[in-house]
């Protein structure tokens, strides 16, 4: 038996443990339905054995069938009832436990959905959307199962062969002792299967999360699949997943497949045992047809058990693969937390990275950058494509940490200042926006402290984003729903909408990841000139590839492979003639020929 639960079931404790009152009533009531169950064999061998008796002649018949069937009656009777009782108890047991399952499946998966919250951008960069999907609903789900089941069916196993096992021994213990020849057998089929059937459901598990993944990427994808008629080799790939999927779920199936019908046909064998060794004690009169019939009543409840287990296996097997991989994610510790935090009342907005470098996987992306953004000033950070702008914003609300120098906030160091007070201090308008599938005012509001007076912030914030201007043309205005990632919207409104919720916030730092790439010069411009009065006395943080959009910035710097090249006012850096300055021009050249 240790080999069929190599892994120790305190895996699922830990989510028992709250409801253990339910669970303890719930065992209980098992062994109460168990000991009922137990005892209604006796009453058929005491009735075979009566009728047996008056058949035989032993008693005068007309007497003794009154009395026999009188007899009878009373034992149906005992039975019938005793049989209710057995069901009121179940009832109560499954009622128990699988509230109790049920309510370790709900901990479960909050704590897998708070966990991942918790977890930094860097663990989404390379685990698909679509694998974490499956283990919050198919894996999760095999958890339940066992949870629900499993545990229930164990318990109950081991009573009925426990009181079953002993009930024989009392009425003819050498024959249970043949009736129990099998079961070694048995014990050692269920050992060597328990393993495979581990492997081979982790297999399937992780074979459905490929194809999760799979749906999910084209799915989000699916304007760039059918922008370039992908559909085909799309569905060729979607089927090498599928038919791999297919061939692990055989692979399991087969050794289902041979696992209980041995398990019946080993078990079954005990009965065979027993019907050739009992029924020659019963013709020499070793053994009363009642022994005989409430034993074979007996050695069933032995059997079922024991199949019963060959089941439970199976699900603990499943449901310990699936908790093994929801728990490689709820124990992945994420790189970003709170540590020695200080205590900052409010944050004022003054910016400075000092000495600072940055590598992804050993790949320098930023080198010794050492800048200060006085509060309530602006900073604007230019260059080319892959040069270190996004990551450096990335690094003020700590979506990524830097592996050497510092980055502070009012001379604090960011990760000794609590993530939530930080983040509340900032509002950040990434490249690419995000919408939630909800309306558009929802999305705007989404973050607003509550006592703001949401619907008014909501309708300033758009009328500065410039989002204002398209409510007519969108039904509904703000209360429209924008869809998935807002694909309702086009690329500017999203922007702008994204822009509009960073706003609403008001916060102390604003941080603008090319957050206008999207929208033309015209918008751009009026945008910029609303958002001149929101920043004023807000540290801002302008990162774009637009000269026009930094031109006002009271500073700026030039990156170029993540080290600053220039820097200056926007006048200093066009009269030095460097890398912006050819920026300005090529700019003003095709602002030229877009007039002409």
């Not at 049989?83 to 128990?96: C, D, N, S």
Request: hydrophobic content about 45%; proline content about 4%; charged content about 25%.
């Amino acid at each position: 038996m240790k080999r069929l639960f190599k892994q120790p079931i305190d895996l699922f404790w830990p989510y028992l443990r709250p409801y253990k009152k339910e669970v303890v009533w719930g065992m209980v009531l098992i062994a109460a339905a168990q000991a009922v169950s137990t005892t209604i064999p006796l009453f058929f061998r005491k009735v075979v054995d009566d009728v047996h008796a008056w058949v035989e002649g032993e008693a005068a018949a007309p007497r003794w069938a009154d009395s026999i069937q009188g007899d009878i009656l009373v034992y149906v009777g005992m039975i019938g009832t005793l049989a209710l009782i057995q069901m009121g108890f179940q009832m109560g047991m499954r009622w128990l436990l699988n509230s109790a399952a049920r309510r370790a499946e709900n901990d479960i998966r909050q704590d897998y959905f708070y966990h991942l919250l918790t977890l930094p951008i860097s663990y989404y960069h390379k685990t698909p959307t679509g694998d974490l999907m499956s283990r919050a609903t198919n894996d999760l789900n095999a958890v339940r199962m066992f949870l629900g089941f499993g545990l229930r069916m164990l318990f109950d196993a081991v009573l009925a062969f426990a009181l079953g096992l002993i009930v024989m021994c009392y009425l003819d213990w050498k024959l249970a002792i043949y009736a129990l020849l099998p079961m070694p057998v048995l014990a050692l089929v269920m050992n060597r299967v328990a393993s495979s059937i581990h492997a081979n459901f982790r297999e399937v598990q992780e074979g459905f999360s490929r194809i999760s993944a799979r749906v999910q990427e084209n799915i989000s994808g699916i304007r760039a699949v059918k922008a370039y008629v992908q559909r085909e080799p799309e569905i060729a790939d979607f089927d090498v997943l599928n038919d791999d999927f297919l061939e692990k779920n055989k692979k399991l199936v087969r050794v289902e497949a041979l696992f209980r019908p041995l398990s019946f046909l080993i078990s079954g064998s005990s009965l065979l045992i027993i019907l050739w060794v009992g029924g020659g004690q019963v013709v020499r009169s070793e053994l009363s047809l009642g022994d005989f019939v409430a034993f074979n009543a007996y050695l069933t409840k032995l059997i079922f058990p024991m199949i019963l287990l060959g089941w439970m296996i199976d699900r603990y097997q499943r449901g310990l693969a699936s908790m093994q991989r929801i728990r490689e994610v709820i124990e992945t510790r994420p790189n970003i937390v709170d540590g020695d935090t200080v205590s900052v009342e409010s944050l004022r907005g003054d910016v400075e990275f000092r000495n600072l470098s940055f590598s992804y996987d050993g790949t320098p992306v930023l080198r010794n950058i050492s800048v200060r953004v006085p509060a309530g000033s602006s900073l604007a950070i230019v260059g080319r494509v892959g040069s270190g702008k996004t990551t450096l914003g990335r690094l003020i609300p700590r979506l990524i940490e830097p592996q050497e120098g510092e980055v502070c906030i009012d001379g604090h160091r960011v990760d000794r200042i609590p993530i939530a007070q930080l983040r509340k201090a900032i509002g950040y308008v990434p490249q690419e926006p995000f919408l939630f599938s909800d309306t558009l005012y929802d999305n705007i509001a989404y973050g607003i402290d509550e006592d703001q007076d949401e619907e008014q912030v909501v309708t300033w914030a758009a009328e500065v984003s410039q989002l204002a201007n398209d409510l007519e043309d969108i039904p509904d205005g703000l209360q429209a729903r924008v869809g998935e990632r807002g694909v309702t919207l086009s690329g500017g409104q999203k922007q702008r909408a994204s822009l509009a919720r960073a706003v609403a916030r008001k916060p102390r730092i604003l941080i603008l990841d090319d957050a206008m790439a999207a929208v033309d010069t015209h918008t751009e411009e009026e945008i910029l000139r609303r958002l001149r009065t929101v920043m004023e006395g807000r540290t801002t943080i302008l990162i774009s590839h637009r000269v026009s959009t930094v031109q006002h910035a009271d500073r700026i710097i030039v990156l170029e492979e993540g080290a600053i090249v220039e820097q200056g006012t926007h006048a200093e850096l066009v009269a030095l003639g460097g890398r912006y300055a050819d920026m300005h021009r090529r700019q003003q050249l095709t602002e030229e020929l877009d007039e002409i």
